[in-house]
């Protein structure tokens, strides 16, 4: 079993930045990748990023490519996402997810209950 848990979500301008944490608890948690997906309102959940545990692996979406970037530190059983240069679009519950590299959600196996990011224009 793999606990989750996001933070760092909040209110932003257009412009700003943010970085989100997960962290991860479990005796297992160094088997899988962690990915980030959001899912803005009235929107179905989407891929944004994802590392495997070593770090040796990292895919991002289109959409974030270049402004997020996803990182670990495995010593604290957590993973970042950075975002830089948000923009109105970026609003969204995001999610952090534990499974194997993937960008589809069905692929991830345990979810923790996300944090919300809000970008005012």
């Known amino acids: 079993q793999v606990q989750l848990v996001e933070s760092g979500g909040g209110l932003v301008q257009a412009g700003g930045s943010l970085r989100l944490s997960c962290a991860a608890s479990g005796r297992t948690v160094s088997n899988y990748a962690m990915g980030w997906f959001r899912q803005a309102p009235g929107k179905e959940r989407e891929f944004s990023a994802a590392i495997t545990w070593s770090g040796g692996s990292i895919i991002y979406a289109d959409s974030v490519k270049g402004r997020f970037t996803i990182s670990r530190a495995n010593a604290k059983n957590t993973v970042y996402l950075q975002m830089n240069s948000l923009k109105p679009e970026d609003t969204a519950v995001y999610y952090c997810?534990?499974?194997?590299?993937?960008?589809?959600?069905?692929?991830?196996?345990?979810w923790g209950q996300g944090t919300q990011v809000t970008v005012s224009s």
């Open positions: 997810a534990a499974g194997p590299i993937a960008t589809m959600e069905k692929m991830y196996r345990y």
